[in-house]
């Protein structure tokens, strides 16, 4: 069953339907918001999506509103105040991800500009050449949570199906998708 399907269930939960509608690939530009989103996915790595969906707001919080350039500077005493935050995920290889991650996006965005236009400048490739570009560049970035952020940032098709509502909402406010 697509993520589609199921946000059209009854049974489905409002924070899916939400997201799915408002969210779900439709490209974002902000690098902070590109940052958060990365933040995300690879905190759902072995958890559900509503999980994290739930605690968004946790990692905002926690993550200093997904500010790239004070994550990046996060020290000791700042990976400590995550570790022992019970409304995030607490797990140290996501949480050392997130700064390293945040460091590397510092220096993607001193060569290119910007995270987003580092993204665009790699913008078309086959998901599989994303994921070895996104693995020799940030960590914790396996094949699922690179496909699942491309996705749901525009940069790959497949968020929703053609029968989707909001498929043509996207497909819309999105000129990556014709380029594919």
Not at 126 to 139: H, N, S, V
Request: aromatic share 12%.
């Amino acid at each position: 069953m697509s993520y589609c399907e199921y946000c059209e269930k009854q049974e489905a939960k409002e924070i899916h339907k939400k997201y799915h509608d408002l969210c779900y690939g439709f490209p974002i530009e902000n690098d902070n918001e590109l940052f958060g989103r990365l933040i995300m996915e690879i905190n759902q790595a072995g958890l559900s999506w509503e999980t994290i969906l739930n605690k968004e707001q946790n990692f905002r919080n926690a993550y200093s509103n997904f500010t790239i350039e004070e994550v990046a500077q996060y020290d000791d005493i700042q990976r400590e105040r995550l570790l022992s935050d019970a409304g995030i995920i607490r797990n140290k290889l996501k949480v050392n991800a997130a700064i390293y991650n945040a460091q590397q996006i510092m220096q993607l965005k001193q060569k290119f500009g910007s995270y987003s236009n580092w993204l665009n400048e790699n913008h078309p490739l086959a998901k599989e050449e994303w994921t070895k570009l996104f693995r020799k560049t940030f960590k914790f970035v396996g094949g699922e949570i690179v496909n699942e952020f491309l996705m749901s940032t525009g940069y790959l098709p497949g968020a929703h199906v053609k029968s989707c509502a909001i498929f043509a909402e996207v497909l819309k406010s999105n000129p990556k998708w014709k380029e594919i």
